[in-house]
């Protein structure tokens, strides 16, 4: 099973600041099956990037995601109010087929 | 668009099953581009995939799982399911219905909230 872990648990942060969120996985995922949502209270998820690095129809250009192999990240350049929520990383691959991370906690600083 | 809706009942007890449904509009579950899946996430905490149908009622489970779960498909009614059997306090969470291609889930229904008690 391909455990994923993202770091740090909670981040911190002002408005107009950038937000680094890591997303490690315990064996290597090809990057076309990387995935990053965000979830806002009372909401379901949505997603923001796929493929490690695309981002999702209508995303704004401030969310960028990279990484290969195990280490995987997704910046946000410069936070906006709304950018303030929980994000998981998302993995399809081996058994389980479908695994995500446990998730990060943007907070407003 | 397409859109997701999940519904069915909000309380169950336990060591009974969990039945909730999916109705998918604004485009065709036999469209044979996607698979139809289920995702949950117990209060305050992370998500967890259950499993995927294809049109054809082809599936795949999250092993952990297998053992209780049981998806369908009605393409007649553009509609897929979920049968959690023997369901305990873990069980409780909100049961979210998605639609996945290429390996990601998009888009996701609101979500329904799912509580085992007696």
């Known amino acids: 099973e391909i455990v994923l872990t993202q770091s740090p648990g909670t981040l911190s942060l002002s408005p107009g600041e950038r937000a680094t969120l890591s997303c490690r996985a315990s064996q290597s995922v090809s990057s076309s099956y990387l995935a990053w949502y965000q979830q806002k209270p009372g909401q379901a998820p949505r997603l923001l990037i796929y493929?490690?690095?695309s981002r999702a129809t209508g995303i704004p250009d401030r969310f960028s995601g990279s990484g290969s192999g195990t280490d995987f990240t997704l910046t946000i350049s410069r936070l906006e109010p709304e950018d303030f929520a929980v994000y998981y990383c998302?993995?399809?691959?081996?058994?389980?087929?479908?695994?995500f991370g446990q998730g990060t906690r943007l907070e407003i600083k | 668009q397409v859109q997701l809706q999940e519904s069915g009942p909000g309380l169950v007890k336990p060591s009974q099953t969990l039945s909730l449904t999916c109705t998918v509009s604004g485009g065709s579950i036999s469209s044979g581009d996607y698979y139809w899946s289920w995702i949950r996430q117990p209060p305050g905490k992370g998500l967890e995939w259950i499993g995927y149908i294809y049109y054809s009622g082809s599936t795949y489970y999250n092993p952990s799982l297998k053992s209780r779960v049981t998806i369908s498909v009605d393409t007649s009614k553009n509609q897929f399911s979920l049968k959690l059997s023997s369901v305990t306090a873990a069980d409780t969470a909100v049961y979210y219905c998605?639609?996945?291609?290429?390996?990601?889930?998009?888009?996701w229904g609101q979500g329904t909230l799912v509580t085992v008690s007696s």
């Open positions: 998302q993995q399809y691959g081996s058994s389980p087929r479908i695994t």
């Open positions: 493929g490690a690095s």
């Open positions: 998605a639609r996945e291609r290429y390996s990601r889930f998009d888009p």
